[in-house]
Every structure is written in structure tokens, then in C-alpha cells.
């Protein structure tokens, strides 16, 4: 009974944790979209994304309203979004999505995960040639025809259209397009009337990594700390 309980309270925690981080990576989002076009989502398409993806992790509605108005004020921190590029265990390329507002303290942090987890911090574009910067949608399927919605979205930038899982396991449609037709998808979508579950810009591997299951535990023990840190927003991996 009470293995029982320490599992449950440690899959407790790690649901938490879990929550927390994502909390606080769409929090930066917001500050960022706010800074940049105004605290109006209706004049700020980033901002509007910002709230859908909230809305996609359950992120209560008075905190994403207390960060838009934190993002207003003079004494919000300024955050900076750097990209860093490496090579984890067994050479798999891997990209590490920061947002700082102190970036001496954030290479430093990251440096250190990868030479202690066997891995390599590399210059920038020495891993992202590997990658393809592209916009991800993520929509409810019920009331849509994917053969339709293909053929509507395909001349605002839609590259592929598939089926995948959301945040809670259940099926969705999963729209790719290149990065720059990102605003036109967006823009598209709303215009259907289409709200999607979350929008996001993803680094896509042109070639996927395959390993045995140990070697991939290594890369994903250093993905794992990656994450964890409080300025990385995203990481990014080849693994299979």
C-alpha cells in the first residue's frame, strides 16, 4: 500500500511540475506578444495565440490575465529568445528555445547540462541546417472534413495535414506550414472560424535518430534537464 502511494504522490508531483513549467513558458509568451503588439488580442494575433495555448494546458483564465497585465508594466523584465544548437549522447542533434533576461546565466546553465549529460553546445547554425522551422495547428476534428479543410488551406501555405494526439491523448488534426505562411494559416483558420487548440512554431528534423532503448535514455536524460531549466521554452531533438 504504501509503494502504492509514493508512486502515486511522485506521478502527482511530476504532473505539477509539469503544469508549472508550462505555465510559466506561456507566461514569458505572453510578455513577449505584449511587448511587442499591445495588450489588445484583438489587434495582436501572437497574443491570441499566446491565450489558445493557455486554454490548451488549462492555464486558469485569471493568470493568463494577470500576466498580460503584468507585461504592461515598467519594472516587467525584458525577455530576450535565443536559440542554442548542440549535439546530445550518440551525436543527435538537438535546439534549445530560451527566452532570458539573462542570457550570461542561461549559456552558462546550458553549457553546463550538455558537457555533463555527453553532450556538445555547438555555434549557431552548426545543428539547425538539420531542422525546418515550421508552424504547427492543432485542431478539434469533430465538424471538419480533413479532405475539404486540405484543399481550402492549401493556398495559405498548408503543407501537410495529419492526424495526431493532443496535450490529454485524445485525436486531433495536426496542420503543418512553413514558418513564414505562419500569420496566413492563422489567419485563415480564423477567418473559418476555426479556433485551434494550440498554434506553435516547431523545429522540425528533416531525418529522424534511431537508437537502442539505452542510448536513447541518455539523449532523453539531457532533453529532460534542458527542460527543465527556468529559461528554456522549447527543446527540439532528432531522436526516433
Not at 45 to 74: F, H, T, W, Y
Not at 127 to 133: A, E, G, L, N
Not at 150 to 165: A, K, N, R
Not at 221 to 236: A, I
Request: proline share 4%; aromatic share 8%.
Amino acid at each position: 500500500m504504501g509503494r502504492i502511494f509514493e508512486v502515486r504522490k511522485a506521478t502527482m508531483f511530476a504532473r505539477w511540475d509539469k503544469m508549472a513549467k508550462q505555465f510559466s513558458r506561456i507566461g514569458k509568451e505572453i510578455a513577449i506578444a505584449v511587448k511587442a503588439g499591445g495588450p489588445d488580442h484583438n489587434t495582436n494575433p501572437a497574443l491570441r495565440r499566446c491565450m489558445q495555448n493557455a486554454k490548451s494546458v488549462n492555464m486558469p483564465k485569471d493568470r493568463v490575465e494577470a500576466a498580460i497585465k503584468r507585461a504592461q508594466g515598467k519594472e516587467m523584465e525584458n525577455y530576450e529568445e535565443i536559440l542554442y544548437e548542440g549535439y546530445g549522447p550518440h551525436g543527435v542533434p538537438i535546439l534549445v528555445e530560451t527566452a532570458t533576461d539573462n542570457h550570461v546565466r542561461t549559456v552558462a546553465n546550458i553549457k553546463s547540462y550538455f558537457n555533463k549529460l555527453n553532450g556538445t553546445l555547438g555555434n549557431s547554425g552548426s545543428v539547425s541546417f538539420q531542422f525546418k522551422k515550421m508552424g504547427v495547428f492543432k485542431l478539434k476534428p469533430e465538424g471538419l472534413s480533413a479532405e475539404d479543410l486540405e484543399l481550402e488551406l492549401i493556398d495559405f501555405g498548408l503543407e501537410e495535414l495529419g492526424e495526431g494526439t493532443g496535450e490529454n491523448g485524445e485525436p486531433v488534426l495536426v496542420i503543418h506550414c512553413a514558418f513564414n505562411d505562419f500569420g496566413n494559416m492563422q489567419k485563415a483558420l480564423e477567418e473559418k472560424g476555426i479556433t485551434p487548440i494550440s498554434s506553435e512554431v516547431e523545429w522540425i528534423p528533416s531525418a529522424l535518430t534511431e537508437l537502442d532503448e539505452e542510448k536513447a535514455q541518455e539523449v532523453l536524460k539531457l532533453v529532460d534537464r534542458l527542460e527543465q531549466d527556468e529559461d528554456v521554452q522549447k527543446v527540439f531533438h532528432s531522436l526516433k
